[in-house]
């Protein structure tokens, strides 16, 4: 099993503990936090991968995604007052998660011969749509589109990896460097409370 | 037509009813009601069908689902009130409905040879994601994520029927088992209040 | 270029706009903003083409659309206070761009052989959708669904269309007269504050 396959299913698990989090501060039931926890996981592959027509969806043929988040799910209810303890760690592999997801939506562009700037979009949409479905569900407005430097912080990390590939960069040395750029700008943008807020009277 | 397809078109007419009431009840337009009532009836079916590649969705090219879906939408506006005092009928139907949506589910994933965990995620998508897009249009959680017992009834329907299946027990009378367990499961869980919920502190 | 393909892009650009100032209003930052916009120019058209089969969707492979949403992302930042005064322009784009996205629908669904009501439903889902998709993503109920008369103007717009087609009126002309139809209709609603609300006690 590759490193990326690893970090891909780590990704997976965590986002599926997010959704599951999330519901569980809502009061939802065991279905709902299970189906939350679902759809954070996959829902922005499988949003990319409905954009593209490849279709059946990934994770309906590989059964390690199921996993991944069967485990997520399970692990959220055992460790619920830990996990939100351990924010620093999750935080940490969320953020490792959507600069991987980000990595593997443009590849796919790629190998589909989309444009550039198409790549890019389904690099965010694979990294962000499965937190933007869990937050509708949740009936809130999706957290990426205010406050947090989020799906920019995909979006460079998105452009730096397309560069470095351009100058042919080894490619685990890219992925891991793209990674590195995603965690830093999403720690900076915390740490200084960075916001790309524009305020317009209306 | 086989008993089958009775019971298919009745129930997406009375999911149709479902999400005609609820418009009416949010002060929706006529056209506003006859959407929601759409996506109500065929909404669990597409994302099924867009998930596996199943394209075009049925509904498009098979004209009975967009007949049964009118007569109910007509049949709500008709008699808007007395379906209200119809409340155990419709709860009869609806229950017949997501019974038998989940065996149609669960049947096209194992078409499809996929693992049976995805055919039953199948089964409960058909049954119970035509009511969640129904609620995140209305604006409000949905509602199979919290209190009654509902995609639960579907999943353990699910798993009785593939059991059954499993033991090579006659198709008809396997469907008609697994549909009475799911009315059962709900029928009690209402009567006598169960609930899913874990209480968390967090 | 045709004065459809034109009259197509401006829609969009429009449409992108409208997406942009929602996203303002409501105080998403610059990356909300684009996604709003980008969701509200392209999600009808895309749900069409999801439900279809038409993959991978029409702006995945036609840069144009990029584009003119790209504009209309720079436009509506650069003259915000200038956009809400224009409402009457704004007004006027959008509704021939409703007019021409209804009969856009309408004809992929005829190259694709569906039925009359189907394609009348893809011509309304291409029009509206996208506006529906800004709704929910801003967690308010979709503008469609109450008030105005916005998606009947579509369906009677398109059932125009359709009829003149039928006896062979040219091309130009027929989309020209229904979307003349589609403002008419709206224009008239508005002016005399039509709404097809009917009251009920539930």
């Known amino acids: 099993m590759s490193w990326v396959l690893i970090v891909d299913l780590l990704g997976t698990m965590v986002f599926a503990i997010s959704g599951v989090v999330t519901a569980i501060d809502k009061k939802f039931d065991l279905v709902g936090a299970l189906v939350i926890g679902f759809v954070t996981a996959i829902g922005g592959g499988t949003i990319r991968d409905i954009l593209i027509g490849r279709l059946p969806v ?3 043929t590989d059964m390690k995604y199921f996993y991944a988040i069967l485990i997520g799910y399970i692990l959220a209810y055992c460790f619920t007052s ?6 620093k760690s999750m935080f940490l592999f969320d953020t490792i998660g959507i600069g991987l997801f980000t990595i593997i939506g443009i590849n796919i562009g790629l190998t589909y011969n989309l444009d550039y700037p198409i790549c890019l979009i389904m690099g965010v949409v694979s990294a962000c749509f499965g937190g933007v479905i869990r937050d509708v569900l949740a009936n809130e407005i999706p957290l990426i589109f205010r406050g947090q430097i989020y ?3 995909c ?4 452009i730096f990896y397309m560069l470095l590939s351009k100058i042919s960069v080894f490619e685990n040395i890219n992925i891991l460097a793209s990674i590195c750029l995603v965690i830093l700008i999403r720690y900076l943008s915390i740490r200084y409370n960075w916001t790309l807020n524009i305020s317009r009277k209306i």
């Open 155 to 158: 979006l460079i990390g998105g």
């Open 58 to 60: 990934g994770w309906i």
């Open 151 to 153: 799906a920019t912080a």
């Open 82 to 87: 830990r996990i939100i303890k351990l924010k």
